[in-house]
């Protein structure tokens, strides 16, 4: 998915949700993704449900407020969703 500059998507089970992940595990609510600069800002939604970055061994570091990244994997119950580095 192309997503714009400053464009902002929320991840969860609400239908709602600009990407809907079918996982009881994710809140309705669970991160918002924006496109900003040159990568990303990761924001996690819900305190007691963390979004986790996964790291290069594998390993998933929890994202407690909001993280800049060029690409990554993040973690979001038992669903990975990659993010790529924008287009320049």
Same mark, same amino acid.
């Given at each position: 998915?192309?997503?714009?500059?400053?464009?902002?998507?929320?991840?969860?089970?609400?239908?709602? @949700?600009?990407?809907?992940? #079918?996982? @009881?595990?994710?809140?309705?609510?669970?991160?918002?993704? =924006?496109? #900003?600069?040159?990568?990303?800002?990761? =924001?996690?939604?819900?305190? @007691?449900?963390?979004?986790?970055?996964?790291?290069? =061994?594998?390993? @998933?570091?929890?994202?407690?407020?909001?993280?800049?990244?060029?690409?990554?994997?993040?973690?979001?119950?038992?669903?990975?969703?990659?993010?790529?580095?924008?287009?320049?």
């Amino acid at each position: 998915m192309d997503v714009e500059p400053g464009r902002s998507l929320v991840v969860g089970r609400d239908p709602g @949700a600009d990407i809907v992940l #079918a996982d @009881a595990d994710v809140s309705e609510r669970q991160a918002l993704i =924006t496109r #900003a600069g040159p990568g990303w800002l990761v =924001t996690s939604l819900d305190d @007691a449900n963390l979004v986790c970055l996964l790291d290069d =061994t594998g390993r @998933a570091r929890p994202i407690e407020s909001e993280l800049g990244l060029r690409s990554g994997e993040l973690l979001l119950g038992a669903c990975r969703l990659r993010l790529y580095s924008p287009p320049s």
